[in-house]
C-alpha cells in the first residue's frame, strides 16, 4: 500500500472523526482549598471545539488524495 494511500485513508478518518464528535472533551483536576492537610479538589471538564469546516477539509482532502493515487497507478 503507498502511503499517498495510508495518508488519504487518514484523512477521511479524521474527518468522519471530526463530524462526529465536533470537539475534543477533557477533564483537568483544580485545587479549590488547600489549607495545611486539607486539601480540596474540583473536576472540571473542557472541551476543545472542532469546526465542522476542519472536518470537511479532513474529508475532501482524503477523498482527492485517494483519487489522485488511484490515477497515477
Known amino acids: 500500500m503507498k502511503s499517498t494511500t495510508i495518508i488519504a ?3 477521511i478518518a479524521i474527518g468522519i472523526a ?7 472533551t477533557y ?3 483544580e485545587k479549590v482549598v ?5 486539601e480540596i479538589t474540583a473536576d472540571k471538564t473542557r472541551t476543545f471545539p ?3 469546516i476542519v ?4 474529508l475532501v482532502g482524503g ?7 488511484a490515477k497515477k497507478d
Open 63 to 69: 477523498i482527492v488524495l485517494l483519487v489522485m493515487g
Open 34 to 38: 488547600d489549607i495545611g492537610p486539607l
Open 55 to 58: 472536518g470537511g477539509i479532513a
Open 9 to 11: 485513508f487518514i484523512l
Open 18 to 24: 471530526a463530524f462526529a464528535y465536533e470537539g475534543i
Open 50 to 52: 472542532l469546526p465542522p
Open 27 to 29: 477533564t483537568t483536576r
